[in-house]
């Protein structure tokens, strides 16, 4: 009978490793480490290169499924052959929204703007490829292609 005891225990601690591991998995899909204040993000998707210099990150809410961060970014750009940077004289306010489902980044007093990762047909627009590198970056810290990144983290968004 101690035996019984011993593996139905044995049991039950498994499936709840695997149920906690699951759910950790969710929350932490997402990871903001890249874009912590002094990072830099640049997009040279064409010229000039869209450069960013984070002021400021705010973690404002989390669940299982998103993370909503506000950054305080200072834009710059530079030529794509040149390493240095044309700064801006003000800095911006954005609210990024990490969705699989909804990536959403919002210039404040601005439309938000949704990013179609993924988008079935035709990826992402060229006025958007640098919103859709900073959300990467901002919300996996990826810095690869955009392709990869959707194949990677499973991003199905239609416009």
């Known amino acids: 009978m101690k035996h019984i005891y011993l593996v139905l225990s044995l049991f039950l601690t498994l499936i709840s490793y695997e149920v906690s591991a699951r759910n950790s998995n969710l929350i932490t899909q997402f990871n903001h480490t890249g874009i912590q204040k002094g990072a830099i993000s640049e997009s040279c998707y064409r010229e000039p290169c869209a450069v ?58 601005q439309q938000p703007t949704l990013i179609p990762l993924g988008n079935p047909s035709g990826g992402v627009p060229g006025t958007l490829v640098g919103s859709a590198e900073l959300y990467l970056k901002a919300c996996h810290n990826f810095t690869g292609t955009i392709e990869d990144a959707v194949s990677r983290f499973g991003y199905q968004v239609q416009e």
Do not use: D, M, Q
């Not at 052959?81 to 044309?86: D, I, L, Q, T």
């Open 52 to 109: 960013a210099k984070v002021l400021s990150f705010e973690n404002i809410s989390h669940t299982a499924n998103t993370s909503r961060i506000k950054l305080i970014l200072l834009g710059g750009e530079r030529a794509y052959e040149s390493k240095s940077v044309s700064w801006n004289k003000k800095p911006h306010t954005l609210i990024v929204n990490c969705s699989l489902s909804r990536p959403v980044i919002e210039k404040i007093g």
